[in-house]
């Protein structure tokens, strides 16, 4: 958290009035914050070129690209920075991506003026600015990954293999990085398939994720 709440703030949200919306929200929770304001990705890295920014609310779905990368170009940045992402989108793979990258909070836009405020003013109590159903969704993920590895019965070596695919490697890559033949790795590949209902490579991902073998980009 910023040392005063003189700080600076950024919001990015292609909506105008979503956007105005948000700058209310924190000039509400932060009365002596400056707000800058952004449509899409490219003028959000740009100021982020004059600006060290204290606090950035953060939309994922830019008419030019992704949320993310103004996550990760904050990120990178000399100075801290306090980034919510604020969206539309309640799922794993966004949620665990955002926070991933080292977003700290993680609200949806549908909740009322009031909530998102004191999503906001919590952050002075070093309360993370979480929505309810993104607190949920972390609780259950963590909580599931035991059972979910329990119930699909994989061996440890087609976890091994499962990683792998998991992210992208080739059959062949696979079983060089195992030191076992193609073919084994082809007949792992083949449980893993029966064992977890799947059918192709990106169910094959999105169960790996689930179980916490591997981590969503």
């Known amino acids: 958290m910023w040392a005063s709440e003189q700080g600076l703030a950024l919001v990015v949200e292609d909506n105008r009035e979503t956007r105005r919306w ?3 929200c924190i000039a509400t929770a932060f009365p002596a914050m400056t707000v800058h304001e952004s449509a899409d990705l490219s003028t959000a890295l740009g100021l982020l070129q004059h600006h060290d920014f204290d606090l950035a609310l953060v939309d994922l779905g830019l008419p030019d690209g992704s949320g993310m990368d103004v996550i990760r170009a904050l990120q990178a940045r000399p100075e801290p920075c306090y980034v919510v992402v604020a969206t539309i989108y309640d799922d794993d793979r966004n949620l665990f991506a955002a926070l991933k990258l080292g977003a700290k909070g993680y609200i949806l836009k549908d909740q009322d003026r009031e909530r ?15 929505s309810a159903a993104a607190s949920q969704r972390l609780i259950e993920h963590f909580n599931s990954k035991g059972e979910a590895m329990q119930t699909s019965a994989l061996t440890p070596r087609e976890t091994d293999v499962l990683c792998l695919v998991g992210k992208g490697y080739s059959v062949e890559d ?3 990085m195992l030191s076992l033949a193609p073919d084994t790795v082809k007949g792992y590949v083949k449980s893993i398939y ?3 209902g799947v059918s192709n490579r990106s169910e094959v991902t999105l169960e790996a994720i689930r179980l916490g073998i591997i981590d969503p980009d």
Not at 116 to 130: D, F, R
């Open 22 to 24: 948000l700058v209310s």
């Open 116 to 130: 998102i405020v004191s999503y906001l003013q919590g952050i002075k109590k070093n309360q993370p600015a979480i």
């Open 174 to 176: 696979a079983a060089a």
């Open 194 to 196: 029966t064992k977890l």
